[in-house]
């Protein structure tokens, strides 16, 4: 399994290292996060082992359970999917990163079960596409909230994150990632001094080296990681 998941996660190192030159800047711009949904305690243990230090989960539960088996270990935790409530109080204590920061209310809840002295790095989830059935704030509800979400003193806003639309194959991703470049430009013009917009968290299996063209600087791949690994939970 070690060999597999040696092979791809060089393979997906190479492919960063790749586009991020494409793009002018070195590899190490682009923080690759190991999104290990997929996958059992053990497999995401060995991808951490290999290197692969950020780890991202979409649910909390999951989240829950490899943080108190890898406790010793004490990986980077990023929590890339939405979010209830009822899971903040718990959840949001284990995190290195938030990233699917997708409404007020959510970060209003992070802001106050955050227990520790440094802020809270966290993203503003953006749905890019539109789509109702999707989290995060549309591209026109940011900048109205910005004075209020500046004023969460425990977190620390350091950017966006989005989704590539699910139809429109790679040419929708690669203009779906170049509108959220844009509005982050935009917001940047008129921002309040506590918020950072610098970090872009886009790009996701199929799409991350568009993702890095356009200015990703943090993509999270989950299955090219696993491809041919029998790490199911
Ligand atoms: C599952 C997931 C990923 C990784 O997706 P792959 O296509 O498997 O690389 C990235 N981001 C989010 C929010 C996810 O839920």
């Avoid at 809840?109 to 966290?122: C, K, M, S, Y």
């Avoid at 968290?201 to 090219?224: K, Y």
């Amino acid at each position: 399994m070690h060999t597999q998941l040696r092979e791809n996660l060089d393979r997906v190192r190479e492919m960063i290292a790749d586009a991020a030159k494409a793009s002018g800047r070195v590899a190490d711009a682009v923080c690759l996060i190991g999104v290990t949904k997929y996958v059992d305690i053990e497999t995401t243990q060995a991808l951490y082992e290999l290197g692969c230090r950020d780890l991202g989960e979409s649910r909390p539960q999951l989240l829950w359970s490899k943080s108190e088996a890898m406790a010793d270990l004490s990986p980077r935790w990023h929590m890339i999917g939405h979010l209830q409530r009822n899971k903040t109080k718990r959840t949001i204590p284990l995190l290195s990163v938030l990233h699917s920061g997708d409404s007020l209310r959510l970060l209003k809840a992070a802001n106050e079960d955050w227990p520790h002295d440094q802020p809270l790095p966290a993203l503003l989830e953006v749905n890019i596409s539109g789509d109702t059935a999707k989290h995060g704030f549309l591209p026109t509800e940011i900048a109205p909230a910005l004075r209020q979400i500046a004023a969460l003193s425990r977190l620390k806003i350091v950017g966006l994150m989005g989704m590539a639309s699910l139809e429109g194959g790679r040419d929708q991703a690669q203009k779906d990632f170049a509108a959220l470049r844009e509005l982050r430009d935009k917001l940047r013009k008129d921002c309040p001094d506590e918020i950072s917009l610098d970090e872009l968290s886009m790009g996701m299996s199929h799409d991350f080296d568009l993702a890095i063209r356009e200015g990703a600087t943090m993509v999270r791949v989950g299955s090219t990681l696993f491809e041919g690994i029998d790490g199911g939970r």
